[in-house]
Protein backbone atom coordinates (compact mmCIF):
# COMPACT_ATOMS: atom_id res chain seq x y z
CA UNK A 1 0.00 0.00 0.00
CA UNK A 2 1.09 3.41 -0.55
CA UNK A 3 1.22 5.33 2.55
CA UNK A 4 2.37 9.09 1.28
CA UNK A 5 -0.68 10.27 2.53
CA UNK A 6 0.12 9.89 5.87
CA UNK A 7 2.39 10.71 8.91
CA UNK A 8 2.17 8.92 12.38
CA UNK A 9 3.26 10.51 15.19
CA UNK A 10 3.41 8.56 18.97
CA UNK A 11 4.96 9.03 22.22
CA UNK A 12 7.03 5.79 23.59
CA UNK A 13 6.71 4.78 26.80
CA UNK A 14 3.30 3.06 27.16
CA UNK A 15 2.21 3.29 23.66
CA UNK A 16 5.16 2.84 21.08
CA UNK A 17 7.28 0.87 24.00
CA UNK A 18 5.76 -1.41 26.62
CA UNK A 19 7.90 -1.25 30.12
CA UNK A 20 10.62 0.25 28.13
CA UNK A 21 11.54 -1.78 25.34
CA UNK A 22 10.52 -1.90 21.58
CA UNK A 23 7.94 -4.58 20.35
CA UNK A 24 8.61 -6.66 17.32
CA UNK A 25 5.33 -6.23 15.69
CA UNK A 26 5.71 -2.83 15.94
CA UNK A 27 9.02 -2.53 13.97
CA UNK A 28 8.09 -4.43 11.51
CA UNK A 29 4.99 -2.28 10.60
CA UNK A 30 6.71 0.89 11.07
CA UNK A 31 9.55 -0.69 8.68
CA UNK A 32 6.74 -1.45 5.78
CA UNK A 33 5.36 2.02 6.40
CA UNK A 34 8.32 4.39 5.64
CA UNK A 35 9.65 2.12 2.81
CA UNK A 36 6.17 2.59 1.28
CA UNK A 37 5.92 6.38 1.57
CA UNK A 38 4.80 7.00 5.32
CA UNK A 39 6.52 9.92 7.57
CA UNK A 40 6.96 8.28 11.51
CA UNK A 41 8.50 10.20 14.18
CA UNK A 42 7.95 10.14 18.16
CA UNK A 43 7.04 12.67 20.74
CA UNK A 44 8.79 11.84 24.19
CA UNK A 45 9.12 13.32 27.11
CA UNK A 46 12.88 11.76 26.54
CA UNK A 47 16.10 14.15 25.44
CA UNK A 48 18.00 12.74 22.80
CA UNK A 49 20.77 11.56 24.74
CA UNK A 50 18.59 8.79 26.23
CA UNK A 51 16.25 7.64 23.08
CA UNK A 52 19.01 4.85 22.26
CA UNK A 53 19.08 3.62 25.35
CA UNK A 54 15.17 2.27 24.42
CA UNK A 55 14.98 2.20 21.12
CA UNK A 56 19.03 1.44 19.12
CA UNK A 57 19.57 2.84 15.81
CA UNK A 58 16.78 5.55 16.12
CA UNK A 59 17.88 7.42 12.83
CA UNK A 60 17.41 4.44 10.50
CA UNK A 61 13.47 4.83 11.27
CA UNK A 62 12.90 7.82 11.97
CA UNK A 63 11.96 10.16 8.92
CA UNK A 64 10.63 13.43 10.40
CA UNK A 65 12.45 15.18 13.21
CA UNK A 66 11.52 14.14 16.80
CA UNK A 67 9.32 15.79 19.38
CA UNK A 68 11.51 15.67 22.61
CA UNK A 69 11.03 16.95 25.84
CA UNK A 70 7.37 17.33 25.29
CA UNK A 71 7.68 19.97 22.66
CA UNK A 72 10.63 22.04 24.13
CA UNK A 73 12.42 20.88 21.28
CA UNK A 74 12.53 19.25 17.88
CA UNK A 75 15.69 16.67 17.14
CA UNK A 76 16.55 16.60 13.13
CA UNK A 77 18.11 13.35 12.86
CA UNK A 78 18.78 14.29 9.36
CA UNK A 79 21.26 16.82 10.59
CA UNK A 80 21.82 15.83 14.50
CA UNK A 81 20.56 19.25 15.87
CA UNK A 82 18.16 20.22 17.74
CA UNK A 83 15.84 23.16 16.17
CA UNK A 84 12.94 24.84 17.53
CA UNK A 85 14.23 24.97 21.33
CA UNK A 86 11.89 26.61 24.08
CA UNK A 87 13.84 27.26 27.58
CA UNK A 88 12.77 28.40 31.16
CA UNK A 89 14.19 31.84 31.43
CA UNK A 90 16.62 32.35 34.58
CA UNK A 91 14.20 34.38 36.51
CA UNK A 92 11.93 30.97 36.49
CA UNK A 93 14.42 29.04 36.84
CA UNK A 94 15.16 30.71 40.31
CA UNK A 95 11.30 30.93 40.62
CA UNK A 96 11.48 26.91 40.99
CA UNK A 97 14.63 25.97 42.74
CA UNK A 98 13.18 28.64 45.47
CA UNK A 99 10.00 26.66 45.48
CA UNK A 100 11.89 23.16 45.97
CA UNK A 101 14.08 24.66 48.99
CA UNK A 102 11.00 25.82 50.96
CA UNK A 103 8.40 24.05 50.10
CA UNK A 104 9.62 20.18 48.96
CA UNK A 105 13.83 20.67 50.06
CA UNK A 106 13.62 16.44 50.11
CA UNK A 107 12.36 15.29 47.25
CA UNK A 108 14.37 14.18 44.36
CA UNK A 109 14.22 16.10 41.19
CA UNK A 110 16.02 16.84 38.04
CA UNK A 111 16.22 19.44 34.57
CA UNK A 112 16.80 18.32 30.93
CA UNK A 113 19.10 19.92 29.30
CA UNK A 114 20.98 20.29 25.76
CA UNK A 115 23.86 18.25 27.36
CA UNK A 116 21.72 16.06 29.38
CA UNK A 117 19.88 15.82 32.76
CA UNK A 118 21.30 17.38 36.19
CA UNK A 119 20.64 16.61 39.35
CA UNK A 120 21.17 17.57 43.10
CA UNK A 121 21.61 14.21 44.81
CA UNK A 122 21.76 10.57 43.26
CA UNK A 123 19.34 9.20 45.28
CA UNK A 124 15.95 7.45 45.29
CA UNK A 125 14.55 7.94 41.92
CA UNK A 126 17.43 9.31 40.43
CA UNK A 127 19.21 6.52 41.19
CA UNK A 128 16.84 4.75 38.87
CA UNK A 129 17.32 7.11 36.37
CA UNK A 130 21.24 6.85 36.41
CA UNK A 131 20.81 3.29 35.95
CA UNK A 132 17.78 3.60 33.28
CA UNK A 133 19.23 6.66 31.04
CA UNK A 134 23.48 6.39 31.94
CA UNK A 135 25.40 7.57 34.50
CA UNK A 136 27.03 9.57 31.36
CA UNK A 137 24.13 11.79 30.97
CA UNK A 138 23.07 12.44 34.50
CA UNK A 139 25.13 15.24 35.82
CA UNK A 140 25.25 15.47 39.88
CA UNK A 141 26.35 18.61 40.96
CA UNK A 142 25.15 21.17 43.56
CA UNK A 143 22.30 23.52 41.98
CA UNK A 144 25.06 26.66 42.87
CA UNK A 145 26.86 25.35 40.44
CA UNK A 146 24.15 24.79 37.15
CA UNK A 147 23.65 27.42 34.48
CA UNK A 148 19.92 28.64 34.97
CA UNK A 149 19.21 29.72 31.01
CA UNK A 150 19.56 25.97 29.37
CA UNK A 151 16.20 24.32 30.96
CA UNK A 152 13.80 22.39 28.67
CA UNK A 153 11.91 20.82 31.96
CA UNK A 154 11.72 20.56 35.68
CA UNK A 155 10.77 16.15 36.85
CA UNK A 156 9.70 15.40 40.37
CA UNK A 157 10.29 11.66 40.51
CA UNK A 158 8.60 9.77 43.60
CA UNK A 159 5.57 7.43 44.00
CA UNK A 160 1.97 8.70 42.88
CA UNK A 161 0.85 9.61 46.43
CA UNK A 162 4.03 11.67 46.80
CA UNK A 163 4.06 13.53 43.81
CA UNK A 164 0.62 14.69 44.11
CA UNK A 165 0.92 16.82 47.11
CA UNK A 166 3.68 17.81 45.10
CA UNK A 167 1.87 19.28 42.80
CA UNK A 168 -0.97 20.73 44.73
CA UNK A 169 1.61 22.78 46.78
CA UNK A 170 2.82 23.44 42.95
CA UNK A 171 -0.76 24.90 42.10
CA UNK A 172 -0.99 26.67 44.66
CA UNK A 173 2.12 28.82 44.49
CA UNK A 174 2.35 28.79 40.40
CA UNK A 175 -1.66 28.55 39.51
CA UNK A 176 -1.65 32.00 37.65
CA UNK A 177 1.85 32.03 36.22
CA UNK A 178 3.30 30.83 33.01
CA UNK A 179 4.45 27.26 34.40
CA UNK A 180 2.62 24.39 34.77
CA UNK A 181 2.70 20.92 36.70
CA UNK A 182 1.63 17.85 34.75
CA UNK A 183 2.60 13.77 35.27
CA UNK A 184 3.81 12.03 32.21
CA UNK A 185 3.53 8.74 34.40
CA UNK A 186 3.31 7.26 37.71
CA UNK A 187 6.18 8.46 38.98
CA UNK A 188 6.77 11.69 36.82
CA UNK A 189 5.45 15.12 37.73
CA UNK A 190 6.97 17.22 35.08
CA UNK A 191 7.24 21.28 34.95
CA UNK A 192 7.13 23.05 31.67
CA UNK A 193 5.66 26.54 30.06
CA UNK A 194 1.33 26.14 29.67
CA UNK A 195 2.52 26.80 26.01
CA UNK A 196 4.90 24.49 25.52
CA UNK A 197 3.72 20.68 25.30
CA UNK A 198 3.84 17.92 22.50
CA UNK A 199 0.40 19.55 20.96
CA UNK A 200 2.99 22.63 20.33
CA UNK A 201 5.49 20.40 19.17
CA UNK A 202 3.29 18.89 16.69
CA UNK A 203 2.71 22.56 15.44
CA UNK A 204 6.72 22.90 15.42
CA UNK A 205 7.16 20.61 12.89
CA UNK A 206 4.14 21.01 10.78
CA UNK A 207 6.16 24.35 10.33
CA UNK A 208 9.37 22.70 9.39
CA UNK A 209 7.86 20.19 7.22
CA UNK A 210 4.92 19.93 4.99
CA UNK A 211 2.24 18.21 6.37
CA UNK A 212 -0.55 19.86 4.44
CA UNK A 213 -1.09 16.64 1.67
CA UNK A 214 -0.78 14.10 5.05
CA UNK A 215 -3.44 13.13 7.44
CA UNK A 216 -1.30 13.26 11.12
CA UNK A 217 -2.15 10.53 13.10
CA UNK A 218 -0.98 11.37 16.69
CA UNK A 219 -0.93 8.08 19.44
CA UNK A 220 -0.35 8.59 23.20
CA UNK A 221 -1.51 7.23 26.33
CA UNK A 222 -0.93 9.89 28.98
CA UNK A 223 -1.78 13.07 30.35
CA UNK A 224 1.14 15.05 28.78
CA UNK A 225 -0.50 13.37 25.15
CA UNK A 226 -3.36 14.94 25.23
CA UNK A 227 -2.25 18.14 24.03
CA UNK A 228 -0.57 16.37 20.78
CA UNK A 229 -4.30 14.14 20.59
CA UNK A 230 -5.99 17.44 19.72
CA UNK A 231 -4.10 18.77 17.74
CA UNK A 232 -3.30 15.33 15.46
CA UNK A 233 -6.05 14.79 12.35
CA UNK A 234 -6.39 11.60 14.15
CA UNK A 235 -5.99 10.69 17.61
CA UNK A 236 -5.42 6.86 18.80
CA UNK A 237 -4.71 5.59 22.59
CA UNK A 238 -3.37 1.78 23.60
CA UNK A 239 -6.41 0.49 25.62
CA UNK A 240 -3.79 0.52 28.74
CA UNK A 241 -4.27 4.55 28.32
CA UNK A 242 -5.43 7.17 30.93
CA UNK A 243 -9.50 7.61 30.70
CA UNK A 244 -8.84 11.20 30.43
CA UNK A 245 -7.06 10.35 27.16
CA UNK A 246 -9.37 8.01 25.85
CA UNK A 247 -12.11 10.68 26.04
CA UNK A 248 -10.25 12.30 23.41
CA UNK A 249 -9.58 10.01 21.32
CA UNK A 250 -10.98 8.94 17.59
CA UNK A 251 -9.83 5.41 18.30
CA UNK A 252 -9.25 3.01 21.10
CA UNK A 253 -6.60 -0.09 19.99
CA UNK A 254 -4.65 -2.65 21.61
CA UNK A 255 -2.48 -2.04 24.71
CA UNK A 256 1.37 -1.13 24.35
CA UNK A 257 2.47 -4.99 24.68
CA UNK A 258 0.49 -5.86 21.89
CA UNK A 259 2.00 -3.57 19.57
CA UNK A 260 -0.09 -0.28 18.85
CA UNK A 261 1.66 1.10 15.98
CA UNK A 262 0.93 -2.19 14.08
CA UNK A 263 -2.48 -1.99 14.79
CA UNK A 264 -2.50 1.52 13.23
CA UNK A 265 -1.06 0.84 10.37
CA UNK A 266 -3.03 -2.15 9.87
CA UNK A 267 -5.82 -0.02 10.52
CA UNK A 268 -4.81 2.42 7.53
CA UNK A 269 -4.38 -0.70 5.23
CA UNK A 270 -8.04 -1.63 5.69
CA UNK A 271 -9.20 2.17 5.15
CA UNK A 272 -10.68 1.69 8.92
CA UNK A 273 -8.94 4.68 10.86
CA UNK A 274 -11.20 8.11 11.02
CA UNK A 275 -11.56 10.58 12.51
CA UNK A 276 -14.90 10.36 15.44
CA UNK A 277 -17.60 12.37 14.64
Keep these: ?30 ARFTANGGLFTMATGRIYETIENAVPNAAAWINLPAILCNGAYLYDYATACPRSQTFFTPADAKRLLDFIRTQCPDAAWRVSTPTG ?57 FGDSRLIAFNSGHHFLEVQYRDCHKGTGLEKLRAYTDLSARTVIA ?59
Design 1 to 30: MDFSKYMIVTDLDGTFLHKGKTVARNMEAV
Design 117 to 173: MRAERAAGFILRDIEAYGAENVQIAPTETWRLDDWYKLVFRAEWQELAVLRERFEAQ
Design 219 to 277: CGDFENDIEMLKAADVAVCPANAQESVKAVSDRVLCASEDGLIADVIEAIEAGTLEKRA
